[in-house]
């Protein structure tokens, strides 16, 4: 069964930083995209950052550029998501999600997806 468990989040400060993770168990990333969603409450689901299966392309929205870097390290199975100058806009459950493939879809269809994991910015 495939499975994506995300940590890492918490309460930080406006300015501070944190870095997600997604573990795969089940399966190895190594033949997935990986992208990393989050939803603020009363606010649809944002698409932030995805990373190609070999590391080779990666894309952020434009309200993280610049300050989110996404990762991965398949000899872990696993996907980062660090996050720098948090701003208060930035809370929201996070999401990993996987899509078996070369690169990020085209469609954003992402077939499996893990649990989320709360960042909650604030002074």
């Known amino acids: 069964q495939l499975q994506l468990v995300e940590s890492g989040g918490g309460l930080v400060q406006p300015g501070g930083s944190l870095r997600l993770s997604c573990a795969a168990s089940?399966?190895?990333?190594?033949?997935?995209?990986i992208g990393w969603f989050r939803q603020a409450p009363g606010k649809e689901r944002e698409g932030i950052s995805c990373i190609s299966r070999s590391s080779g392309s990666t894309h952020y929205a434009d309200s993280v550029k610049g300050r989110f870097t996404i990762s991965r390290d398949n000899a872990k199975n696993t996907v980062y998501l660090q996050m720098n100058s948090l701003k208060l806009e930035d809370t929201a459950v996070y999401y990993c999600?996987?899509?078996?493939?070369?690169?990020?879809?085209?469609?954003?269809?992402?077939?499996?997806w893990g649990q989320g994991t709360q960042v909650t910015v604030s002074s």
């Open positions: 089940g399966f190895t990333l190594d033949y997935y995209a």
């Open positions: 999600a996987a899509h078996r493939g070369l690169g990020c879809p085209a469609d954003g269809y992402f077939g499996s």
